[in-house]
Structures are given as structure tokens and as C-alpha cells.
């Protein structure tokens, strides 16, 4: 295989959160009295979280701490949003783990990461899951990446980092890794630092250079 292990991202990359999410922070909006369109939203939060509760702000003359407090306490309130990993993401990291690999997490998501893994069944999957939370700086940091390559004593020139945003192309590239951007939607900007683009994990397979699966 042309790597060994993969630092995977959670959020747009492992599981297809951003639409439910969205969907929540627009029923926030709106009982605010801020009716905004899905797709506005979306097209902010796929970039940054930062950037869609700036652009919340903007529109309720308010800060964006202030919408973020509102946001939390509404999923508090409600609960985290259901969400499923992608397509054939349970595939991957199957055939990447009987190949030899070995699957790591790091992710701004707080400890709810746990309850989503293990609902769809993928905690076996991953070696270590890490929440950057109080511990480590926010990517494009690249805090987290360093710590899983030095616990886990990863060798970077072996390690892919996956995921769907630039800022985690430039963790993976502030910690010495290959970085592969997954956009399923669309392109990835010309400008990314990305060594590979994916649209889908069949695509990744074939950079990986997996062996293919035995009849099951």
C-alpha cells in the first residue's frame, strides 16, 4: 500500500453532517426571526464553522459568540442532529484495517464523535479518536496531527490525513503528511495544498493502492 495509516477528519469527511447541522442552525435563525436559505448556509459551512456563524451574525445584528451560545443550547435542548457516514465510508475503512492499516481521528467535534462512531457501528475501525476541545489548537493547527504521529509513533512519510476542508489539508501539511481532500460535491479549490482530490472513497481506494476485497 502506498500508505499506512490515515488521520481521518469527522465532519464532511467520515460522516455527511453539514446538511442536518445546517438545517438545525436555520431553525435556530428562524426563531430568531432570520430566515436564511439552506444552500447560504451550507456554502459558509463547508469552509469553516467560524465563517456561517459569522455570516449568522451578520444577518441577526448580533456576535457571532452570542449565535454560537443560542446554537449550542438549542442542541442541547434537542440533541445532536442524526447523521450517517457517507457512502462505502464503512467499506474503506474496513479494507484499509484487513490490508494493514491503520485508521486514526482527529477532530474539532467534541466528545459526541463517540456516539456517532459507535452508532454506525465503526468504533473497531479506529486505533485512537481525538477531539482538538481544550487540548489542542483548531486546525489549521496542526497540534492534533503531531500528537497522534508522536503517541502512536507514525511515520509521517506513511501517514495520509483525510478530509474535506483547506484548513485540514494545511494541518496535514503543518505535521509533515500527505493530505487528501475529499469534496463530494464539487471540486476542490485549484489552490488547495492537497497532494490528492477525491469526490469518493473509490477514488481513494485506488490511491491507497488497496488489494481488492475477497468475496465475503
Known sequence: MRYDNIIWDFDGTLF???????????????????????????????????????????????????????????????????ALPFPHAEEMLRRFQAAGGRNFVFTHRSGSVHDYLAGAGLTGYFQDVVSAGSRFERK????????????????????L???????????????GVDGCRFTPEGEAEEESCARWHIRSFAELAEILELPEEEAR
Open 161 to 175: 490525513a483525510v478530509g474535506d476542508r483547506e484548513l485540514d489539508m494545511l494541518a496535514a501539511k503543518g505535521a
Open 16 to 82: 455527511d453532517t453539514y446538511p442536518p447541522m445546517c438545517r438545525d442552525l436555520q431553525s435556530v435563525m428562524a426563531a430568531l426571526g432570520v430566515l436564511l436559505p439552506l444552500e447560504d448556509l451550507l456554502a459558509h459551512f463547508t469552509r469553516s464553522r467560524g465563517e456561517v456563524l459569522d455570516y449568522c451574525a451578520a444577518e441577526a445584528g448580533m456576535d457571532a459568540e452570542a449565535v454560537d451560545r443560542v446554537y449550542r443550547d438549542w442542541v442541547t435542548q434537542h440533541g445532536q442532529p442524526k
Open 140 to 159: 489549521p493547527s496542526p497540534a492534533g496531527n503531531l500528537y497522534l504521529l508522536s503517541t502512536h509513533g507514525l511515520d509521517p512519510v506513511r501517514t
